[in-house]
């Protein structure tokens, strides 16, 4: 079984930052790409930022420039540090990973989501 935690969510005011980390744990071979999304209320999920094995990034236009991906392969880990924090960025913020287990079944898994909110 493979599993993905997130943490580091919480309440922050407008042009603060926060750092979400995500590990994923379990019987797993490889680790492909891992993605961060977010679902606020009444909206459609969306990917934010996304990050290949080989640390080529891309994200969503509403945070080029102040969300920034990396990851620690070595600890099944991805980040996502958020600057300029803004209110609309409130959500739910989920993490995804593309990994092959240990079985050699190759599927995506979703961690469990992370409150993020934004406001004075």
């Known amino acids: 079984q493979v599993q993905l935690v997130e943490s580091g969510g919480g309440l922050v005011q407008p042009g603060g930052s926060l750092r979400l980390s995500c590990t994923a744990s379990?019987?797993?071979?490889?680790?492909?790409?891992m993605g961060w999304y977010r679902q606020a209320p009444g909206k459609q999920r969306e990917l934010v930022a996304f990050?290949?094995?080989?640390?080529?990034?891309n994200y969503a236009d509403s945070v080029k420039g102040r969300f920034t991906s990396s990851r620690d392969n070595a600890k099944n880990t991805v980040y996502l540090q958020m600057n300029s924090l803004k209110p609309e960025d409130t959500a739910v913020y989920y993490c995804?990973?593309?990994?092959?287990?240990?079985?050699?079944?190759?599927?995506?898994?979703w961690g469990q989501g992370t409150q993020v909110t934004v406001s004075s």
């Open positions: 990050i290949t094995s080989g640390d080529i990034t």
């Open positions: 995804n990973a593309d990994i092959t287990t240990a079985t050699m079944f190759r599927l995506g898994y």
């Open positions: 379990g019987s797993i071979f490889r680790i492909y790409g």
